[in-house]
Nanobody, 124 residues
Framework: VQLQASGGGLVQAGGSLRLSCEAS????????IAWFRQAPGKEREFVSA???????FYADSVKGRFTISRDNGKNTVYLQMNSLKPEDTAVYYC???????????????????WGQGTQVTVSS
């Protein structure tokens, strides 16, 4: 499984960005896809996940501002980020796994496959 994350950039506080995670894998629809982020000097943290049934999961810090969605026909998951804050600045990674269970969605070690990351910088 190969994951390609894209869509990061520099944006002012209050702005929006849409990240994409494209997977080169058969049976993409069977995978749980998650976004994590890592800011300088901090641990990687869960942002959002979407499962096979398209149920969405969010960290409290992004709930109401970010929306995750998937297009199985394009093997792609999107993360729409609105009302961005300087504290959203980080490298964003997408991750995939078929076996992860709901109680482990927020744990980075639960995912076997990772993309290369895309930088998001929010200026104040």
């Amino acid at each position: 499984v190969q994951l390609q994350a894209s869509g990061g950039g520099l944006v002012q506080a209050g702005g929006s960005l849409r990240l994409s995670c494209e997977a080169s894998v058969a049976s993409f629809s069977r995978y749980v896809i998650a976004w994590f982020r890592q800011a300088p000097g901090k641990e990687r943290e869960f942002v959002s996940a979407i499962n096979r049934g398209r149920y969405q999961f969010y960290a409290d810090s992004v709930k109401g501002r970010f929306t995750i969605s998937r297009d199985n026909g394009k093997n792609t998951v999107y993360l729409q980020m609105n009302s961005l804050k300087p504290e959203d600045t980080a490298v964003y990674y997408c991750a995939a796994d078929q076996q992860v269970i709901v109680s482990s969605y927020r744990t980075s070690a639960s995912y076997d496959f990772w993309g290369q990351g895309t930088q998001v910088t929010v200026s104040s």
